[in-house]
């Protein structure tokens, strides 16, 4: 663990851009109910009618894989909410390294996920899934409890942006933070990750690809593009 609050100066700066492609059916849901007039039990979620991929899921996806890191390689951790936890890190500036990526409520992100939008909204589609409620106690059908479930077709591509501060990740991470970043992109460009509802059932894979990176830093007082790959 360490003190990771060095947000106030500007060391580096790297921009991640690519397309996310949906493998399988992909419902980000609104909430167990869905809005007032929804011919659905469980909407999609949408911005201005249309539906999009919030970046606060996306980033809650990754800090939970890259939690999963963390612990292999014996690192202590807690929970995001463990305010308890947060407080003595914040009382000792010993954060523990997730918190020194993902930040909490007493150190801000190292890194901002945007929402990802369809690259092309004609092609969007959506459909409904009904579904049936189960009585854990006997293993059968609930009698009365069918509901209706809205998920996007597969194959639709959305835009995909990540900028990561004071972090070295590209062309070689500086300590294990940067390499778990690393590790998270490559993952999610060769085996993906799921999101959203239904994931056991196999739905919400996406996968990255046409990634690319740009690393700046501050020269001279000026921002400057210092490298730039393929991840």
């Known amino acids: 663990m360490s003190d990771f609050r060095d947000l106030d100066t500007l060391r580096v700066f790297t921009k991640i851009e690519g397309i996310l492609v949906n493998e399988t059916p992909l419902r980000i849901g609104v909430g167990r109910e869905g809005p007032i007039g929804s011919p659905v039990d469980a ?22 894989f890259i939690e999963s890191l963390a612990a292999s390689k014996g690192y ?8 308890t936890a947060i407080k003595e890190e914040a ?30 909204e004609s092609e969007i589609k959506v ?10 106690e006997f293993g059968s059908v609930r009698p009365g409890h069918l509901f209706t479930e809205e998920f996007v077709i ?12 004071n972090i070295e990740l590209f062309p070689n991470p500086e300590d294990d933070r940067g390499q778990f970043l690393k590790t ?22 996406i996968k990255l690809s ?3 990176w740009e690393k700046y830093s501050v020269v001279n007082g000026l921002f400057q593009l210092k490298e730039r790959g393929v991840v």
């Open 43 to 64: 909407s999609v979620y949408r911005v201005n009618g249309v539906p999009c991929i919030p970046g606060s899921s996306l980033k809650g996806v990754f800090r939970s």
């Open 76 to 83: 202590k951790i807690h929970q995001p909410w463990d305010t």
């Open 91 to 120: 009382k000792k500036n010993n954060f523990c390294i997730v918190c020194g990526i993902f930040g909490n409520s007493e150190l801000a992100s190292h890194v901002k996920i945007y929402d990802s939008l369809p690259i092309k």
């Open 127 to 136: 459909f409904v899934k009904t579904g049936i409620g189960i009585d854990r």
């Open 154 to 165: 597969p194959s639709i591509k959305w835009s995909f942006r990540m900028d990561v501060h």
């Open 184 to 205: 998270l992109l490559t993952t999610l460009k060769s085996l993906g990750l799921s999101i959203g509802a239904r994931k056991s059932v196999g739905c919400g894979l």
């Open 210 to 212: 046409e990634a690319k």
